[in-house]
């Protein structure tokens, strides 16, 4: 009998349902914005889109848990970027194209 993911340890997909709702918060679509330009801590994204830096890691959960932003550590910080399979529904002018729907990304952030 084969094994479920969740009982093997691994994360089950998280529905489109939870992706679009993820997305539905206008910080974390600042947050996806401006993960499309670089990588960031989460000290540099607080510093750059002037949010409180309690808040932006709330929402980086948020992203991470959907499987929209991963996180890689760096000596004491940890760097967020753009999953691999996010990065994949991006065209080359910052849209997101989702099927149901797309979100543009234009870098007209706070």
């Known amino acids: 009998m084969a094994k479920s993911p969740v ?14 709702k993820a ?3 206008e910080t974390r679509l600042e947050i996806v914005g401006s993960l499309l330009k670089q990588e960031a801590s989460v000290q ?30 760096d000596g004491a ?3 967020y ?4 399979k996010l990065r994949s529904h991006f ?3 910052h849209v997101l194209d989702l099927g149901c729907c797309k979100f543009i990304f234009n870098g007209t952030e706070k």
Do not use: F, M
């Not at 607080?46 to 929209?68: A, C, F, M, P, Q």
């Not at 970027?81 to 691999?84: H, L, N, Q, R």
């Open 23 to 25: 997305l539905a918060d």
């Open 91 to 93: 065209s080359e002018n």
């Open 7 to 20: 009982s093997q340890g691994k994360k089950p997909t998280p529905s489109w349902t939870a992706i679009l």
């Open 77 to 79: 910080l940890r760097v």
């Open 81 to 84: 970027s753009i999953s691999a």
């Open 44 to 73: 540099a994204l607080s510093d750059t889109l002037k949010i409180k830096v309690y808040n932006i890691s709330k929402h980086l959960k948020i992203l991470e848990e959907t499987g929209l932003v991963e996180k890689k550590k």
